[in-house]
């Protein structure tokens, strides 16, 4: 408001901008729009900075806060690019409590991840704006917070009232209505057999049934699956993999491994790395149909999918063309610990061309995977299986696992599929293959 008034003001009279500075020290504003020479900003930021020329006033820059003289607005912060809007899952605090400055008081739940809204000042809460459940934006206000109200004030009211309300009302006059209510509870338990009917259906009570919100993620997440299988030409299939060498692999080198990368050596990085070998091998697969056009990329992003309490997620790994064991494993633990704490951010969720899917940690058998959009195949991990086998004429008993390849057969032939899932397989049951390149 002072810059636009300080900005009218220098139209006119040069010798009233030296006055008006003179009485406002300082000029408080909530948008981007900033006078020339201050740098703008994208993200939210708090700080203080001076103009050019040796101007005598300041601009405050505080986005996502509202203040109106001891009260301050909490409102929703910029959610990304690509999110505009998302549910208010819950309140982490109450009217009355005390705040402190960026103290988490509510979360928001996007269609990928939660989004925490913070205290802008320090305070007390004086009422929320707005309800669980509700749709919010950015920039909506959420709740109102006074810098200068004690908590204890928040909180007295309420006991003095409630101790009044206790006081008026007598204990005889309740007995009465007790005793008259009873004997017309006794009448309806006696007519309720005579409406029994035995060429009726016993069912379940509703009393037993719970009706929830679906949560936004769990939303997204149908939603993106059923238009997987409304536009792609799903195929499936199969091979089975000895897993034999690959586990005396990491059974020799496993403790090695850590003690140098301070990392576990798993599975799932050799299973990257014959990915990015077959998607090198087969560079249909990682391609995907835009339109009437097909977008061939040079770069293997995997995308590894990683179950949590609030639903599945499918956090990316960039570039793993380039990268080796450790440097995947590490990847993977990380991404997998942020999924776990909710802590992934939409950029790490963004994007991939490829995915692994591995229900086999759950016990899953076999299965038949369905594709993330826009990707064009996905490959599915089972659990490893002592299953008989020959061996050169003999019958072993040996650790198998069945793969799945899910693929666009819009886009991708037979051929190349099963060409796809054969390379994986070659590698898997000789990792030598790796260092070779054959």
């Known amino acids: 408001m002072a810059s636009r008034l300080a900005a009218r003001l220098l139209l006119r009279r040069s010798t009233a901008v030296v006055s008006f500075l003179q009485s406002y020290r300082h000029a408080r504003h909530f948008s981007t729009q900033l006078l020339e020479g201050v740098p703008r900003f994208s993200k939210p930021t708090r700080g203080c900075y001076l103009l050019p020329n040796a101007s005598p006033y300041q601009i405050w820059n505080r986005s996502f806060a509202s203040e109106n003289g001891d009260l301050v607005e909490a409102v929703v912060p910029h959610m990304g690019e690509s999110v505009t809007d998302g549910t208010l899952a819950n309140f982490?605090?109450?009217?009355?409590?005390?705040?402190e400055a960026d103290e988490v008081i509510a979360q928001i739940e996007t269609d990928k991840v939660t989004?925490?809204?913070?205290?802008?000042?320090?305070?007390?809460?004086e009422k929320f704006t707005a309800s669980e459940g509700d749709t919010v934006t950015p920039g909506t206000i959420i709740a109102t917070i006074s810098k200068s109200a004690a908590p204890s004030e928040a909180h007295v009211a309420p006991s003095k009232e409630t101790s009044q309300k206790e006081t008026p009302p007598p204990p005889p006059p309740e007995k009465p209505k007790v005793e008259e209510k009873t004997p017309k509870v006794e009448s309806v338990?006696?007519?309720?057999?005579?409406?029994?009917?035995?060429?009726?259906?016993q069912l379940p009570p509703k009393e037993r049934e719970r009706r929830v919100s679906m949560p936004r993620l769990r939303k997204r997440i149908a939603n993106r699956?059923?238009?997987?299988?409304?536009?792609?030409?799903?195929?499936?299939?199969?091979?089975?993999?000895?897993?034999?060498?690959?586990?005396?692999?990491?059974?020799?080198?496993?403790?090695?491994?850590?003690?140098?990368?301070?990392?576990?050596?798993?599975?799932?990085?050799c299973f990257v790395k014959a990915a990015v070998s077959a998607l090198q091998n087969q560079p249909i697969v990682n391609a995907v149909i835009d339109g009437d056009d097909i977008i061939y990329r040079d770069y293997i992003d995997v995308s590894v999918a990683v179950g949590t309490s609030k639903g599945l997620v499918?956090?990316?790994?960039?570039?793993?063309?380039?990268?080796?064991?450790?440097?995947?494993?590490?990847?993977?633990?990380?991404?997998?610990?942020?999924?776990?704490?909710?802590?992934?951010?939409i950029d790490e969720m963004a994007g991939g061309t490829f995915t692994i899917s591995n229900g086999g940690v759950y016990g899953s058998l076999i299965s038949t995977?369905?594709?993330?959009?826009?990707?064009?195949?996905?490959?599915?991990?089972h659990s490893i299986v002592q299953r008989p086998v020959v061996v050169n004429g003999d019958i072993?008993?040996?650790?198998?696992m069945y793969l799945a390849l899910t693929y666009d057969h819009r886009l991708i032939d037979g051929r190349e599929a099963v060409l796809f899932l054969r390379r994986i397989k070659d590698v898997v049951e000789d990792p030598r293959r790796l260092l070779l390149d054959i």
């Open 314 to 345: 499918v956090p990316v790994i960039r570039d793993t063309e380039g990268m080796n064991f450790v440097d995947i494993e590490k990847g993977i633990n990380s991404l997998a610990k942020k999924a776990t704490e909710g802590a992934l951010s």
């Open 92 to 99: 982490l605090k109450k009217p009355g409590d005390r705040v």
């Open 189 to 201: 338990k006696k007519q309720a057999p005579k409406l029994a009917s035995p060429s009726e259906p």
């Open 396 to 400: 072993l008993a040996r650790p198998m």
């Open 115 to 125: 989004i925490d809204v913070s205290s802008p000042e320090a305070g007390v809460i």
């Open 369 to 381: 995977p369905i594709i993330n959009p826009p990707q064009s195949a996905i490959l599915g991990m």
């Open 225 to 269: 699956l059923k238009d997987s299988q409304n536009t792609f030409a799903l195929l499936t299939t199969f091979n089975e993999v000895d897993m034999t060498n690959l586990m005396k692999l990491r059974s020799d080198y496993k403790d090695e491994f850590v003690k140098k990368h301070g990392v576990k050596l798993g599975l799932m990085s």
